[in-house]
């Protein structure tokens, strides 16, 4: 019968002492704690936006077992090392091997006294270039550069050296002293003092033409340069300059250009990630690493402008510097006027600015910008072909990494609202409540007389009703379900 289960209910409060909504599991005390079953149906569960912290074995699957983005990140950092790695190669190749031939072009237009035309413009060179190409074939183009590449190799062995005899640092920081960064200076001006007799054989080799002179072998680079050292005062020939002339501006050439080329690059990589973090704002989203590959295509492009802002402030100095070098060499070189004539190099300079005003006088100030077309095709082939390869690079990294999984949207579950606080049973029915006379629910009034204005006034233990005898008011409701019936 209802009434009398809702009185066996009720009888069962009683004993538990606990309000009505809460039920109790006797069968499973063993297995569960009391405050796991006497819970407030108001409120939020802890764990419903992330169930692993709800139970101990959920975390320790969490833990043992690695998420997919976790998984993602372990494939997609080797694949940007392997980027990186690629664009730097590509990078070192386009800076050595495929600059090189722009370079032989350049030198030669330097050092050409005589020439008619400046070649301001890369358009003046083509003609020259194509019969040149025609006469002699492309290993005109290539020409000494197994040298080249030996003089670089020197520098950066004596820059290491020195960096370990002495406490003068290789590399330096943003945040480095100015006593570190004038040691560091001192290592750069030490190694190219000591490399200038080898960097003159090189240039050498690079300009001559191999029509009219034999071709140098492979160690001829270290015997020229070590009889031009020797011979550091008094040289072997009488119109070329002692070493000691040609090491000052040699080093001022060199360390200039390492000091802009740096400033440059600086400030270009600065601009380009504040780019970069600005294009993330817009998009709603910053990461705080960019990751491998992009650091990589920032630092490349940097160093392209860096190179090409020193190479452009300081192509006057290249000039005058080059023919220093070239002045009593006995060498014969390749005309670009057409691209089919030598011609020999005779010049007296007695320093450096002796060759400066005379390049002045002679060929006026357009004249230390001899061959500055092949500088601007240089630079526009280094770009396009560092730019190709960082494009296919990316577009083949981005394709051998699997696609990452949408992330699963879980809607956010509002917490309930708070209820009101527990009303006690006499307030619903008095006689509920004498079936429930527990002291707890049982609220004492600070003033017999009542409250202040407006506070109810609550019961106090004296006005408590007196118990009911249950068996009274059963025999009642069977009474009146027995009339109903």
Not at 68 to 76: E, L, M, N, T, Y
Not at 220 to 227: I, M, N, R, S, Y
Request: glycine share 6%; hydrophobic share 35%.
């Amino acid at each position: 019968m209802a009434g009398l289960d809702d009185y066996q209910f009720f009888s069962n409060l009683r004993e538990r002492d606990t309000p009505f909504w809460q039920k109790t599991y006797e069968g499973r005390e063993g297995e569960m704690e009391p405050t796991e079953y006497y819970r407030r149906p108001t409120e939020f569960p802890e764990n419903l936006l992330n169930p692993t912290h709800g139970s101990p074995q959920m975390s320790k699957l969490a833990v043992s077992k690695p998420s997919s983005q976790d998984a993602q990140k372990s494939i997609d950092v080797p694949m940007e090392k392997y980027g990186e790695l690629s664009i730097n190669i590509v990078s070192l190749c386009a800076e050595n091997l495929l600059s090189h031939p722009f370079i032989v072009i350049r030198r030669q237009c330097q050092v050409n006294v005589s020439s008619h035309r400046y070649h301001l413009l890369p358009v003046t060179l083509v003609p020259a270039l194509v019969h040149l190409q025609g006469c002699q074939g492309f290993s005109v183009f290539w020409k000494g550069l197994g040298s080249v590449l030996t003089v670089r190799g020197v520098t950066l062995a004596l820059e290491d050296c020195l960096s370990k005899f002495t406490p003068w640092p290789k590399e330096i920081s943003p945040h480095s002293s100015l006593k570190t960064i004038g040691q560091h200076l001192l290592l750069k001006c030490s190694a190219l003092a000591l490399v200038t007799p080898f960097y003159s054989a090189s240039l050498v080799e690079t300009v001559q033409s191999e029509i009219a002179s034999e071709r140098p072998g492979v160690l001829d680079v270290f015997k020229e340069g070590l009889t031009r050292l020797l011979s550091f005062t008094q040289p072997q020939t009488g119109r070329m300059l002692p070493v000691w002339l040609l090491i000052i501006p040699t080093v001022t050439h060199g360390v200039l250009q390492y000091i802009i080329g740096n400033a440059a690059s600086t400030i270009t990589s600065q601009v380009l990630r504040r780019h970069q973090k600005h294009d993330q704002q817009k998009q709603g989203a910053v990461s705080k690493d960019g990751g491998a590959l992009v650091d990589a295509t920032v630092r490349l492009q940097s160093a392209f402008i860096g190179h090409l802002v020193s190479d452009i402030l300081l192509y006057p100095l290249e000039t005058v510097l080059h023919r220093l070098h070239m002045q009593g060499t006995r060498t014969i070189i390749d005309s670009l006027d057409v691209g089919y004539e030598v011609k020999p190099i005779l010049t007296r300079y007695e320093g450096f600015f002796d060759c400066l005003n005379t390049t002045l006088h002679d060929e006026g100030v357009l004249g230390l910008f001899k061959g500055f077309g092949a500088l601007c095709l240089q630079y526009a082939v280094y770009g396009a072909v560092l730019k190709f390869a960082q494009v296919i690079i990316r577009e083949v990294t981005f394709a051998l990494v699997p696609p990452k999984p949408k992330p699963k949207t879980q809607d956010l579950v509002a917490p309930l609202t708070p209820s009101a606080p527990y009303t006690p049973v006499s307030a619903v029915h008095p006689g509920v409540a004498s079936l429930h006379p527990s002291p707890r629910h049982a609220q004492v009034s600070p003033r017999q007389g009542g409250g202040a204005r407006g506070s109810p006034i609550l019961p106090s233990p004296a006005r408590r009703q007196p118990e009911v005898d249950l068996r009274a008011e059963l025999e009642k409701h069977k009474s009146s379900l027995s009339l109903d019936d």
